[in-house]
């Protein structure tokens, strides 16, 4: 399989090898050796939730500086929804904008405004796409990823529209190449991040050949250069911003009530988003028309790279998107003539991943599969993770690829 770049990556150094990632890790893709964690590649969704449970912070996210910018002529900030939820009460969004803007920018974009456009494409793509079963929000990258690997035959059930990040993108250089007639190599877009699946998609996307954004800067890097900015200074100038339907894209089931439908699941955390497609595999939703997940807990509020505490966060949302929010006014028939000409549509089709590829030869990889049943019967189904590994299943498979030994087994 082909290897792509990983915004989650570990520090060995700081690692003490407590286990916690381990058994946090939704695709069972770290083990512990040594005292030391290891990251499996093939598996890992970038999905963060082993930087959320580190307590020592040896899992981080790869992203990158500020400085990147310094590589272009025109210099964007897009900024995430959830900005809204990470400052306190009452501090006014263009004011936070305008800090942003001073650490180099020229520009700076609202991600709302986009969630506000892609709400109108979901909605009308909703009435024309015709596939069995829910359709599945194609949002976060991660859950992406999780399909691809683990439940492969619901890609097709996938909305096949970008994301809000890539959406605004694509808009955001349209723009500024008719405004100042340069080139894509002049405009230089960069994703303030609280996300490390996002930084993924951004690096190696999926769906499409190439990302319209240029890079990603992690939120929490620079939220104490936006801090500082902000008691510096009481000017700030005026920003276009998204709608209230749009800065709700932050937290889970707001989405879903931005396209304004009904019969809708709208599930956050992976392990409940693991949950809810195996209904989906089953049959159990075909009443079903619109699954909207999230892989962390509240939705993009949740995400790794956040500062605030995502109950908090979305609590903060409450007092400061009244305060906050634009009053912008949409062209449906240009939005509906965007949709109809492809452009905001995957150009590069998503297809399965095999996270267990016991070997290449289909004989020998059926007699790993049989070892690995006839391991399973002498270990002790536990899943005490004592071994390195987060399961006796797990566990089974390292020893059949050579990456373990049964002795390994505490209980053994």
Excluded at 89 to 95: E, V, W
Excluded at 117 to 124: D, E, F, G, R, T
Excluded at 214 to 236: E, M, P, Q, W
Aim: with cysteine; aromatic share 8%; charged share 25%.
């Amino acid at each position: 399989m082909n290897q792509y770049f990983h915004s989650v990556v570990l520090d060995e150094e700081k690692c003490m090898g407590c286990t916690n990632c381990m058994q946090k890790c939704p695709m069972e893709a770290i083990r512990v050796k040594n005292r030391k964690a290891i990251i499996d590649k093939e598996r890992c969704i970038d999905c963060g939730e082993c930087i959320k449970v580190c307590p020592y912070h040896a899992q981080k996210s790869v992203t990158d500086d500020i400085d990147i910018i310094s590589d272009f002529k025109y210099k964007v900030a897009l900024m995430p929804i959830t900005v809204f939820g990470q400052f306190e009460d009452n501090t006014r969004i263009d004011k936070i904008f305008e800090a942003t803007k001073k650490l180099g920018f020229d520009f700076v974009y609202d991600e709302a405004v986009f969630a506000d456009i892609a709400s109108i494409m979901i909605k009308n793509l909703l009435k024309k796409q015709k596939i069995e079963g829910p359709v599945i929000s194609s949002h976060c990258p991660a859950v992406i990823r999780l399909i691809q690997s683990q439940f492969p035959d619901l890609i097709e059930n996938l909305l096949n529209i970008e994301s809000t990040v890539e959406i605004a993108g694509r808009l955001i250089r349209r723009e500024l190449k008719e405004k100042y007639q340069c080139t894509d190599d002049d405009i230089g877009i960069i994703y303030i991040s609280p996300c490390t699946a996002r930084v993924t998609s951004i690096k190696r996307p999926l769906g499409i050949h190439y990302s319209a954004l240029n890079g990603a800067v992690s939120f929490k890097k620079i939220y104490g250069d936006i801090v500082r900015n902000l008691k510096s200074s009481n000017n700030y100038g005026s920003y276009r911003k998204g709608n209230l339907k749009g800065t709700r894209w932050a937290f889970i089931g707001g989405q879903s009530e931005a396209i304004d439908i009904d019969k809708y699941v709208a599930v956050d955390g992976i392990f409940n988003v693991v949950d809810v497609l195996e209904a989906v595999e089953m049959g159990k939703l075909d009443n079903i028309k619109y699954i909207e997940a999230s892989a962390c807990i509240g939705g993009c509020v949740g995400g790794p790279l956040n500062i605030e505490n995502p109950y908090i966060a979305i609590s903060r949302f409450k007092h400061m998107e009244l305060l906050n929010h634009g009053n912008l006014k949409y062209n449906y028939y240009e939005i509906d003539k965007l949709l109809r000409s492809g452009f905001m549509h995957w150009d590069k089709e998503i297809v399965p991943t095999e996270i267990l590829t016991l070997d290449t030869n289909i004989v020998e990889a059926m007699k790993k599969l049989e070892k690995i049943e006839k391991i399973l019967k002498k270990l002790p189904g536990l899943d005490c993770g004592s071994c390195g590994a987060p399961s006796c299943r797990s566990f089974a498979e390292d020893i059949a690829k050579g990456r373990a030994k049964i002795e390994d087994c505490k209980f053994i």
